[in-house]
């Protein structure tokens, strides 16, 4: 019976992984903003799968929370409450429009919440990983700046951790929410490649896989939106035309699913270092922006990320 790790499993694309996953008998650790909400759900999962169900508290713009929800986890399989993790799926994310805004740690929002949090949480419970283990990271294909979903969301920046981290502020430039977004999405993946090359270094039978599910209408990807904007966004006309352009577009239910086999199914053992993506019914390997594999950019960008993770309390 597999172990599964989650953050975000109580909404969107992650809510519909975690019934798959314990429909499938795994047990699940839940880590999300909402102990109510993941409540429910764990109650639910219970009910209907007879699972075992634990739920931590996280705020991913933290970093101290996440030290902290990382550190009841290793505790857990250490006393042996909670068996290894057979699966890792760093899913939850999000895009914040608005006014720039900053974690405890003074860094960006965005960039705190997609990339350096998961980063952090990877690379604090890697050493209770299962043998064969599995990390799925959630991308989107806006990181590709010349993609449809690039361009249609904001154009990616150099993939560069201390502009990001500190947009608007120490003499960086601020930018908007949707090259904020894809930006930070566009260092997601190229951390998830570098973590990978790492691990297969070391001789670790750890894979690490990208996930992009796809641009899905009723997730709370746009929920930072004016209330207009998000009906235009999550409306059929503009999926369809977003689908018509060569974006990528798919549904809650086909995403969550993707996700879930990600971690647990047999079909993907072997996708350490790869790019999936959810779309229109597929589930596949592609390739990722061009510039993703550029390997001195990526080894740049992970040492300067954790610079700010050593120095932040």
Known sequence: MPTVLITGGHSGIGRVAVEELAARGADLVLLGRSPERMRTVAEELRSRHDVDV????VDLSSLASTRKAAGRVLAMVEDGTLAPLDA??????????????YGPEGFETTFTTNVLANHLLVSLLL??????????????????????????????VEPAAAPLARAGRDGHPSLGAGVRYASSKLCLVMDSYERDRRLRAQGSSVEVIAYDPGLVPGTGFVRDLPRPVQAIAGSPITTGLSRRLGGVVSDVDF??????????????????????????GTLTATRSARISYDRERARRLREDMEGLIASSP
Do not use: C, K, W
Not at 131 to 146: E, Y
């Open 127 to 156: 050493p209770v990983m299962a043998p064969r283990g599995r990390i799925v990271l959630t991308a989107s294909g806006t990181h590709d700046r010349d993609s449809t979903d690039g361009r249609m969301v904001g154009r990616t």
């Open 54 to 57: 634990t739920r931590i508290e």
């Open 255 to 280: 995403s969550g699913v993707s996700l879930a086999r990600l971690a647990v199914d047999p079909d993907f053992v072997g996708y350490a270092g790869a790019y999936v993506q959810a779309n229109v």
């Open 88 to 101: 890792l799926l760093a899913n939850a994310g999000g895009r914040h429009d608005g006014p720039l805004t």
